[in-house]
């Protein structure tokens, strides 16, 4: 499967899908192989078909799901392995969606295997998947839309229906009829078995609580998860000479343009990745992010230094519209922005840990301490909370070497005995 599934990854990045839709198409392949305990290629079309009608039957997958799985089976056998156009059996408009159940009920697991019964109840299964949600009353739907109607970021959204995905899967039963104990359980089998960081274990906490206390209506009191203590974890500072080598080794006009624009306004790459040309203030020196994280637009600065490279650099994109741009005219994806610093980092030997948000934090870092106040870069970052700003003053090179060490301040010591018998003695 791992070649099969490169190829499938390679497939999909040459189309430009995001991250999260490959992640889950993989998933999908990993699964079929999983279940049948061989490669994917192995597969006959009809094996294709009964692994999709366990989906639906066995599983009890919600709709949305086996559709997905569908979408991603074709792909997988039509873009990857070239076979001809694979199809679910088409709808029979004598078959209702009812009829899953009944077939699950009414039919042996021999008799399921006999081509005429297996096409029913695929079909059964690809009319439910096809059903709107508001006709299913769709758990997963329901959680979207109370994600949609209290403002929740894109990202956010995917990653919190992933959770509840992720947990279905995990017991095979949906969400809802899951009691406290068998999503602390869950919560135990994230940390312990698939040793997940702090920060995802944080986010899928934060998914299952809305889920049980916003969308299921849950009382905390009654259905408490716990959330891990946050990590008190420093970033790795770039100095500025790191920074200037990065820059160096970005190579053309585009990479470094990107990158200087991260590092001289203190952006995220959802920020750069979405500028438009008209953000870019050259008069004032400054960029307007707009739609920040949080929804928020703010100004920042804009490299006065840069401005020539920046100008030109916005006369190759046109004078208008996104300044970063796929081939298909979309925004850039930042895992591209991520492999753009990565390789200038690597060009310029910077072995410091981190990726493109180091240009965040050394943004802020030199900063304070070139002087700036910590009120103007919160703003300036976007900061909702100024502890977050405030963390820097950790890392500040000059803050820390202006400081004396209480052992510096200790009297004249007398020079320390000559060990005798045995050096290693620490009393001696």
Request: net charge positive; hydrophobic share 40%.
């Amino acid at each position: 499967m791992g070649d099969l599934r490169e190829r499938m990854r390679q497939a999909m990045v040459a189309l430009g899908w995001p991250q999260g839709k490959r992640d889950t198409y993989l998933g999908w392949g990993y699964d079929l192989a999983k279940h049948y305990k061989r490669s994917p290629e192995l597969l006959s079309d009809e094996e294709v078909q009964r692994y999709v009608w366990h989906l639906g039957v066995e599983r009890r997958l919600e709709p949305v799901s086996v559709q997905t799985a569908g979408a991603a089976l074709r792909f997988l056998y039509e873009n990857v392995l070239g076979r001809q156009r694979f199809e679910l059996p088409g709808h029979d408009a004598a078959l209702s969606p009812a009829a899953v159940v009944a077939a699950a009920n009414t039919t042996g697991a021999a008799a399921t295997t006999h081509p005429m019964v297996m096409q029913r109840v695929v079909t059964a299964v690809a009319m439910v998947a096809a059903l709107p949600a508001s006709a299913k009353g769709d758990l997963r739907e329901r959680m979207r839309q109370a994600m949609v109607l209290r403002g929740l970021a894109l990202r956010t959204r995917e990653a919190y229906l992933g959770w509840g995905r992720d947990l279905a899967r995990y017991y095979k039963r949906s969400p809802e009829r899951l009691d406290d104990a068998e999503v602390r359980r869950y919560m135990l089998y994230l940390i312990e078995e698939r040793k997940l960081a702090n920060a995802t274990v944080r986010q899928a906490v934060g998914a299952l609580r809305f889920l049980y206390e916003v969308v299921l209506r849950r009382q905390r009191g009654q259905f408490e998860i716990p959330q891990p203590k946050r990590e008190q974890q420093l970033p790795e500072i770039l100095s500025r000479s790191e920074v200037a080598s990065i820059m160096a080794a970005a190579g053309g006009l585009r990479a470094r343009a990107l990158l200087l624009l991260t590092y001289g306004g203190g952006l995220r790459v959802s920020d750069t990745v979405n500028l438009r040309v008209e953000d870019l203030d050259f008069e004032r020196g400054m960029v307007r992010v707009v739609g920040g994280k949080g929804k928020k637009d703010r100004y920042t600065l804009l490299p006065k230094r840069c401005a020539p490279m920046l100008r030109e650099y916005v006369q190759r994109v046109g004078g208008t519209g996104l300044l970063f741009v796929r081939q298909d005219g979309n925004a850039m994806e930042r895992d591209t922005a991520l492999r753009v610093y990565m390789r200038a980092k690597d060009r310029a030997g910077v072995k410091k840990a981190g990726g493109i948000h180091g240009l965040r934090h050394a943004f802020a870092t030199h900063l304070l301490e070139a002087g700036c106040d910590p009120v103007t870069i919160q703003r300036m970052m976007g900061h909702t909370n100024i502890q977050t700003t405030l963390r820097y003053l950790h890392v500040t090179q000059a803050r820390v070497q202006r400081q004396v060490s209480p052992a510096d301040l200790l009297p004249e010591l007398p020079e320390p005995e000559v060990a005798e018998h045995d050096p290693r003695n620490p009393q001696r």
